[in-house]
């Protein structure tokens, strides 16, 4: 079998999910492909898990309703050792980064991070992944009953749904008392598309020119293009915007289909957060910026006149 677990949110399960399905899809290895969801009044998610894998199993309990990694790995390590699992797959997000390794203790599995490929060689599982600001790209192999794989976010085109839903059933879970307990839950509240579930992103750096420019620049063009906006180290820094929207090596790591680079070098910690992105478009006034070196389109030229264009002309088409 090979388990997958479920990040959702509000009723509905998060894009890396999808990406953890293809990424399943393509081992082709032995045993039904299994989405674990876990929480408290996870109905929605479930119904939508049961269109992406082969059978769903539902862990639906109060003790569930606030996640705690300690919890969740006991949770998950009793499902696939009961279903003997061989491959347990979750996200390389915070939580999930948090919760592998206990899983993988817990299992006496192999632990494999921040997977951007996934193939079976001979009795071994070989994952791709990037290191040295991804610079690199080194290949692992795992060879055991049990692996315990994180999948980058973004690493994987997402699944399609099946045509049909797969069954679901409820299991019966034996928790480890919580000993961590969540006090206060603050979420930031925005309107704009998550950084994570964008497929375009535009970002700013120094070389935008002030907090009222950024606002102007980055986020007109965002909002023309329904995109996710992005900051370098440098801006977050100086307090033009907050750290979530920062992308970079201490920030968080994007692959969009198309990521938009206003004002923006390219040191190697921010190429190392968004190097991989599917198409990269850079508009800079410095014809020897570092970033032109990395870009699919570049536009040398001053961004207070080229984006303004771009805005005008994406709403007389819109």
Same mark, same amino acid.
């Given at each position: 079998?090979?388990?997958? #677990? ?7 399960? *998060? ?27 996870? *109905? ?16 639906? %309990? ?16 009793? &499902?696939?050792?009961?279903?003997? $699992?061989?491959?347990?797959?979750? *996200?390389?997000?915070?939580?999930? =980064? ?17 997977? &951007?490929?996934?193939?079976?060689? !001979?009795?071994? %599982? ?9 610079? #690199?790209?080194? =290949?692992?192999? $795992? +060879? !055991? ?33 919580? +000993? ?17 579930? $964008? ?21 007109? %063009? ?15 820094? $100086?307090?033009?915007?907050?750290? @979530?929207?920062?992308? !970079? ?11 938009? @680079? %206003?004002?923006?070098?390219?040191? #190697?910690?921010?190429? *190392? ?17 570092? &970033? ?5 389109? !570049? ?12 805005? +005008? ?6």
């Amino acid at each position: 079998m090979i388990l997958m #677990v479920a990040e959702h949110a509000n009723g509905k399960l *998060s894009k890396s999910v999808y990406e953890m399905t293809e990424a399943a899809r393509t081992l082709q290895r032995e045993g039904p492909i299994t989405l674990l969801v876990l929480g408290k009044e996870v *109905s929605k998610a479930a119904a939508e898990a049961a269109l992406l894998a082969d059978q769903v199993l539902v862990g639906d %309990l109060p003790a569930l309703a606030e996640y705690d990694a300690e919890v969740w790995a006991a949770a998950i390590a009793q &499902i696939a050792q009961e279903g003997e $699992a061989h491959t347990i797959l979750m *996200s390389a997000t915070r939580s999930g =980064r948090e919760c592998s390794p206990r899983v993988a203790v817990k299992c006496d599995a192999a632990l494999m991070e921040d997977a &951007i490929s996934l193939s079976v060689v !001979g009795d071994a %599982l070989e994952a791709e992944r990037y290191t040295f600001l991804t610079r #690199v790209t080194e =290949r692992v192999r $795992a +060879r !055991g009953p049990v692996t315990v794989v994180t999948i980058k976010p973004g690493a994987f085109t997402p699944a399609k749904p099946n045509g049909s839903a797969a069954e679901q059933y409820d299991v019966e879970l034996t928790l480890p008392e919580r +000993r961590l307990n969540v006090t206060q839950r603050m979420t930031e509240k925005s309107e704009r598309i998550a950084l994570a579930e $964008a497929d375009s992103v535009v970002a700013g750096g120094r070389g935008v020119g002030t907090p009222e420019a950024f606002a102007e620049l980055v986020e007109g %063009l965002a909002d023309q293009l329904g995109a996710g906006v992005a900051a370098t180290r440098a801006v977050v820094d $100086a307090g033009w915007r907050p750290y @979530a929207e920062q992308v !970079g090596q201490t920030g968080k790591t994007v692959q969009p289909k198309i990521y938009w @680079a %206003l004002g923006i070098s390219g040191a #190697v910690q921010h190429l *190392s957060g968004m190097g991989k992105s599917k198409m990269i478009i850079a508009i800079n006034k410095d014809a020897e910026a570092p &970033i032109f070196k990395d870009t699919d389109y !570049g536009i040398v030229g001053d961004l207070k006149e080229i984006v303004p264009a771009l805005i +005008r002309e994406l709403k007389t088409t819109a």
